[in-house]
C-alpha cells in the first residue's frame, strides 16, 4: 500500500467505517428480522420484568446511533479510540442481546453473574499471565498448569474430605510446575514457548493417565462440588444479590485483581518487577537479582494459576480429560488485551466470558435454531479477533521472552 493510501485509510478512519457499517447492519436486521410490536423482556427473579423496550424500535434506535457514532469518528474523530470502541461496542452488545431477546425473555442478573463466573478462571490465568510477563518471562504453560491444579484438587479434597484442602493442593502443585518452567526458560534458558508447550502436553498426557490409572479405579473422582460461599444480606439485595451467591473462587478471583495491581504498581517489589521485565541489564546495575526476580514471580504466577484450575474440577464435583478447555490459552489473549495489567485482563475476561454467557443462554433459554458447536466457538472466534490486532494494539515488556545473562 503507498503512503498517500496510508495517510487516507488510517486505523482510525477504518474503525469509524466499520461502526457506520455496523450501525447499518442493526438497521437492517431491525428491519428484516424482527416483527413490529414484539419487545425483548428483561427480568430479575426478585423484581420481575425490569425493563422490555419494543424490539423493532430499539433497534432502529441504536443502529441509527452506532452509524452517528462511526460517522462523527470519520469527520471530527475521537480523541481516544477506546472511547469510540467502548460506544459502538455497548451498542452492538445491546443490540444484540435485544435482536435475541425479542419475543422472549432472558434473566438479565442470571446472565450477569454467568459472565462473572465465565470470566474467573480467565482472569486468575491472566494474573498468572501479568506476573510471568512483567518480569520477562513468556508463560504458555498457563493452560497445563490449570490442569494439574484441576487434577490435584480432587485427589486431595477426596483423599481429605475437605474442599479447601483440594485448593490448597491444586495451588502448590501448579507452584511445582512453575518451578519446572521456571528452571527450563530462566536457568537452562529454554525457548520460553517451546517450554511452555512442553508443559501443556505433559499436563495432558499425564493428568489423563493419573486419571485412569489412579483417581477412577481408587473411586477417587467424586468428591462432590465445592458449596457456594453466600454473603448474608447482600445475596438478598435485587438484582446484584446473585453475585454474592458464588463460588469460593469467584471472591479470590476479585480479591486476587485488587492486590496484585496494588503489588505491581504501588510496591517496590513490583517497581522491581516491572525493572526486570523492561531492561533487566539496567535492574542487574542497581543490584536487583534478575534470576531471583523471576523465578519468584514465575512461582507466584504457577500458584494463581492453580487456583483456576481448582475452579473447573472443585466447581464441577470431579476431574475430566482436558477439563480446562484451552482457558488458560483466552486468558493469555485477555492479559494481551489487557495490556498485561490486572485491571485491564479482569475487564477483558468480562469481554470473553460475556462471550461465554451468551452462547450458553443461546441454547439453553432463547433456543436460538443454530447448532451448539457453532455457538461454543464463540469465545473462541473473539479470542482470535482481539489476537489479531484488530481492537487494538498492545505493547508487551520491552524483555518478555529474552533469556538474561549475567555478565
Not at 498448569?145 to 474430605?161: C, E, N, P, Q
Request: aromatic share 10%.
Amino acid at each position: 500500500m503507498s503512503d498517500q493510501w496510508r495517510k487516507i485509510l488510517t486505523r482510525e478512519k477504518l474503525l469509524g467505517a466499520a461502526c457506520m457499517v455496523t450501525g447499518l447492519i442493526i438497521i437492517a436486521v431491525a428491519a428484516l428480522l424482527l416483527e413490529s410490536g414484539e419487545v425483548a423482556v428483561f427480568s430479575d427473579e426478585k423484581l420481575g420484568t425490569l425493563f422490555a423496550p419494543p424490539s423493532q424500535t430499539t433497534l432502529y434506535v441504536l443502529g441509527s446511533l452506532c452509524f452517528f457514532v462511526g460517522g462523527w469518528q470519520l469527520y471530527r474523530g475521537f480523541r481516544s479510540t477506546g472511547v469510540l470502541l467502548g460506544a459502538a461496542g455497548f451498542l452492538a452488545v445491546a443490540s444484540f442481546l435485544i435482536a435475541l431477546t425479542s419475543g422472549k425473555e432472558l434473566n438479565l442478573p442470571g446472565l450477569l453473574q454467568t459472565t462473572l463466573t465465565s470470566a474467573t478462571p480467565l482472569t486468575l490465568g491472566a494474573l498468572s499471565g501479568v506476573f510471568c510477563e512483567r518480569a520477562g518471562v513468556v508463560n504458555i504453560a498457563i493452560e497445563g498448569m490449570m490442569l494439574f491444579g484441576a487434577f490435584a484438587a480432587i485427589a486431595a479434597t477426596s483423599l481429605s474430605g475437605n474442599h479447601w484442602v483440594g485448593m490448597l493442593a491444586a495451588v502448590l502443585t501448579a507452584g511445582v510446575i512453575a518451578v519446572l518452567h521456571a528452571i527450563l526458560s530462566v536457568t537452562y534458558k529454554v525457548d520460553q514457548i517451546i517450554s511452555g508447550t512442553v508443559i501443556n502436553i505433559l499436563a495432558s498426557g499425564v493428568t489423563r493417565y493419573l486419571k485412569l490409572r489412579l483417581l477412577s479405579p481408587a473411586g477417587l473422582n467424586s468428591p462432590g462440588p465445592i458449596a457456594n460461599m453466600r454473603i448474608p444480606v447482600l445475596v438478598d439485595l435485587p438484582i446484584v444479590g446473585k453475585f454474592f451467591d458464588n463460588n469460593p473462587t469467584v471472591f479470590i478471583m476479585l480479591i486476587l485483581v485488587a492486590v496484585v495491581t496494588f503489588i505491581i504498581f504501588y510496591t517496590p517489589w513490583g517497581l522491581r518487577t516491572r525493572s526486570v521485565g523492561e531492561h533487566p541489564r539496567a535492574a542487574d546495575t542497581v543490584g536487583v537479582d534478575v534470576i531471583r526476580m523471576r523465578y519468584i514471580n514465575v512461582i507466584i504466577g504457577g500458584l494463581i494459576a492453580g487456583i483456576g484450575g481448582a475452579y473447573f474440577s472443585l466447581g464441577l464435583g470431579q476431574f475430566e480429560d482436558n477439563m480446562t478447555h484451552g482457558q488458560g490459552f483466552i486468558a493469555l489473549a485477555a492479559m494481551i488485551f489487557g495490556n498485561w495489567t490486572p485491571v485491564g485482563s479482569f475487564l477483558a475476561a468480562l469481554l470473553f466470558g460475556f462471550a461465554d454467557a451468551v452462547q450458553g443462554k443461546m441454547q439453553s433459554v432463547l433456543r436460538v435454531g443454530l447448532p451448539p458447536e457453532f455457538l461454543q466457538m464463540a469465545p473462541y472466534i473473539l479470542t482470535m479477533i482481539v489476537l489479531a490486532g484488530v481492537i487494538g494494539r498492545a505493547t508487551p515488556p520491552a524483555a518478555d521472552g529474552k533469556p538474561y545473562e549475567k555478565q
